[in-house]
């Protein structure tokens, strides 16, 4: 019973257990594919991939205040204070 995450025809498929995924609410995280837009996805595989704001922002076309505000998106849904921390306990398999 892992965790697991693979690209299928360009989209990010991440299988997690049901047992596991009842832990993870239980304790107060949210999956990945509990409450994230589309776009936050996108601006999530970035930010652990450790591309800049601006970088995020050139590669999907949209401005950098846009990108600021997925980010914090991001970071306030998966209660985390930071990338750092994000990407720490969730970038490993960019799931």
């Known amino acids: 019973m892992a965790i697991s995450a693979t690209v299928e025809?360009?989209?990010?498929v991440i299988r997690i257990p049901v047992l596991v995924l009842?832990?993870?609410r239980a304790r107060g995280v949210m999956p990945l594919m509990?409450?994230?837009?589309?776009?936050?996805?996108?601006?999530f595989?970035?930010?652990v991939s450790a591309l800049s704001n601006k970088e995020i922002a050139h590669?999907?076309?949209?401005?950098?205040s846009t990108v600021k505000f997925?980010?914090?998106?991001?970071?306030r849904k998966?209660?985390?204070e930071s990338r750092a921390e994000l990407v720490y306990q969730y970038?490993?398999?960019?799931?």
Not at 35 to 40: A, Y
Not at 70 to 75: A, D, G, P
Not at 91 to 95: E, F, R, S
Request: net charge negative; proline share 0%; charged share 30%.
């Open 91 to 95: 970038g490993g398999n960019k799931a």
């Open 45 to 47: 595989d970035r930010v």
């Open 59 to 64: 590669d999907l076309c949209i401005s950098e």
């Open 34 to 43: 509990d409450g994230i837009s589309t776009r936050e996805r996108e601006v």
């Open 22 to 24: 009842e832990e993870m």
């Open 9 to 12: 025809a360009g989209v990010l």
């Open 70 to 75: 997925h980010v914090s998106n991001i970071l």
């Open 78 to 80: 998966f209660k985390v």
